[in-house]
């Protein structure tokens, strides 16, 4: 089993091996003065400050394999070299020594730095500038009877490294082009993880250890479920090393604006102090299985899904807003919450809202209405799939907020553009009961043309939205809420300009294909809400949006203080 630990430098003893699948030390000055800028900024300040991870492995004998951390020892091992030649007595020698399989003089030239030798070896060349900028650094910072003192003062008591010792069946190669070569660092979980893993936990047995290295997995197996990943968040996989990031960092407290690249690891390092390892992995798996009982609950799963799918409430956040509350009170919070979401300011009114100015107000009130209506559906067997709203294909294309009936578009679009919109409105237009044959003739006419001009394209398109526009008066209605609802943003501008009639027909050929589409969007297209008599199938008229905006004002009315 690994050993992790925070170990104050000063306590960092031993004989360290670079071994020959290493390049070697290759820091600039601006990387060694920026270290000791690091360590020397926390003279007089009440906080510990904790160096990247140094990972070895253990050749027994106090001998030590360096994986990773290479740079930063050697620099360590010259501040104090530097020190103890220019500390008049009084400051130790290293209590480590840096040696080098293949670079054997190494070792001894890192210890005596002699400048006269700096061009005869490359890698004495880059330690010599290193010592040098270590000299320049102390000259400018005063007394070096107060300077050394302080900095070792420093070390011995507040600047830290992270000790990653692996197993000894480790492969070292490996894990070191895993480490350096593929630029993938050690990750706050493989940290964590180590913690309750170590070699020499005096609070919890080798049978204890092996059970959270099960439910370890298992918890990282199951938060490779999407449907339980993307109800708990918009970020992508992607965004973490593995999955159960996500749970400590909850845990943790960390934020997406934290540049502490280890604070998580930081957070459990310090709670191990205070309590039992055993008591931190439980309340570690309190918390999944908190989480786990939110999905699988579906009024809960509902409303804490619309809140982070809609970007109002992260899960930290909800996680916040749950702790010391009952069932019925955490209920209610979450109400009142979805109420705030969709909140209006004083004097504004649902029938103000317009595409132009309110896109996003929209977004959210659309998104709950699809939500709420699958969770108000009396079949507790259905259940909104925030896995496919967020990521709905292979193009990460999105649900956007669009027109239901086509609005002329600003975007000039391309050639291509125009004749795929002109195909699918000719078949729509042939569908029609009343004769059109005049304006596919027109269609006909300039599909046939190599190119043709882009105020061609828009004289014919004028007529044909014409066409598909309903004859029930002003079309104030247009960027209102009664003409919006989520539709598949893709690149093809032909599609989101289209018509009714040709929207519709693709929805009923994506719903064919057995592609997900947001439950009321759908039910709109296929005229679900309209119960007049006289339903027609090709525009969207006034009793179409009529009933669209009395089927939001229904399923939404507890969280709506008027109606749209």
């Given at each position: ?136 650094w ?15 003062k ?18 070292s ?149 749950s ?10 919070r ?92 000719r ?23 190599k ?27 247009i ?42 969007t759908?039910l ?28 939001i ?12």
């Amino acid at each position: 089993m690994a050993v992790i630990d925070l170990k104050f430098v000063n306590n960092i003893a031993g004989n360290f091996v670079v071994p020959d699948y290493q390049r070697g030390y290759r820091w600039t000055e601006k990387e060694v003065n920026r270290l000791l800028e690091d360590v020397y900024n926390l003279v007089d300040k009440d906080k510990k400050y904790c160096l990247q991870p140094i990972v070895v492995k253990n050749l027994g004998e106090n001998n030590f394999e360096v994986i990773d951390g290479q740079q930063r020892l050697t620099t360590l091992f010259l501040i104090y070299n530097h020190m103890y030649k220019n500390g008049n007595g009084f400051i130790e020698p290293p209590k480590f020594s840096l040696s080098y399989d293949t670079r054997l003089k190494s070792k001894n030239f890192l210890a005596n730095i002699d400048f006269s030798q700096r061009e005869t070896n490359i890698d004495f060349w880059f330690m010599a500038n290193a010592y040098e900028t270590i000299e320049k650094w102390f000259s400018t910072k005063g007394p070096k009877s107060l300077i050394m003192p302080a900095m070792m003062k420093l070390f011995a008591e507040k600047i830290q490294i992270i000790w990653y010792e692996v197993d000894e069946s480790e492969n070292s190669a490996e894990l070191f082009k895993r480490l350096n070569i593929g630029k993938i660092p050690l990750t706050n979980a493989e940290l964590v993880k180590a913690m309750f893993l170590s070699r020499g936990n005096e609070n919890i047995d080798e049978r204890k250890q092996n059970e959270i290295a099960l439910q370890w997995d298992n918890l990282e197996k199951e938060l490779h479920n999407d449907s339980l990943w993307y109800f708990l968040t918009n970020n992508s996989p992607e965004d973490y090393q593995t999955r159960i990031d996500l749970v400590l960092d909850l845990i943790a407290g960390k934020n997406s604006n934290d540049k502490d690249e280890y604070a998580t690891f930081f957070y459990f390092d310090g709670l191990k102090a205070q309590e039992n390892l055993d008591k931190v992995w439980q309340r570690i798996r309190k918390t999944f299985l908190l989480l786990k009982d939110w999905h699988e609950h579906h009024h809960f799963y509902h409303q804490i899904g619309y809140l982070i799918a809609s970007g109002y409430k992260n899960l930290a956040a909800i996680y916040r807003e749950s702790q010391n509350k009952s069932l019925s009170e955490f209920s209610q919070r979450l109400k009142q919450l979805i109420k705030d979401s969709i909140k209006l300011t004083p004097g504004e009114s649902y029938s103000d809202w317009n595409y132009e100015n309110n896109r996003e107000q929209i977004r959210r009130l659309l998104l709950l209405f699809n939500v709420e209506s699958v969770r108000k559906n009396s079949n507790k067997a259905y259940w909104f799939p925030f896995d496919k709203f967020k990521f709905v294909d292979a193009q990460k294309a999105k649900w956007s907020l669009e027109h239901i009936h086509a609005v002329q578009s600003q975007d000039k679009g391309t050639q291509e553009n125009w004749r795929e919109w002109l195909r699918l409105h000719r078949n729509s237009l042939a569908a029609l009961a009343e004769d059109n044959s005049d304006l596919i003739a027109e269609i006909d006419k300039l599909l046939k043309l190599k190119n043709f001009q882009y105020n061609e394209f828009i004289k014919i398109q004028e007529k044909i939205i014409q066409k598909f526009s309903p004859s029930d008066g002003a079309e104030d209605y247009i960027n209102s809420i009664a003409n919006l609802a989520l539709i598949k943003c893709t690149e093809n501008s032909a599609l989101s300009n289209s018509t009714f009639d040709v929207k519709r027909n693709v929805i009923i050929e994506m719903d064919m294909r057995g592609e997900f589409i947001p439950f009321c969007t759908k039910l709109a297209f296929l005229k679900y809400y309209t119960k007049s008599e006289k339903n027609q199938l090709h525009f969207w008229s006034q009793i179409d949006r009529d009933a669209y905006v009395a089927a939001i004002n229904d399923t939404l009315k507890e969280y709506l203080p008027e109606k749209i």
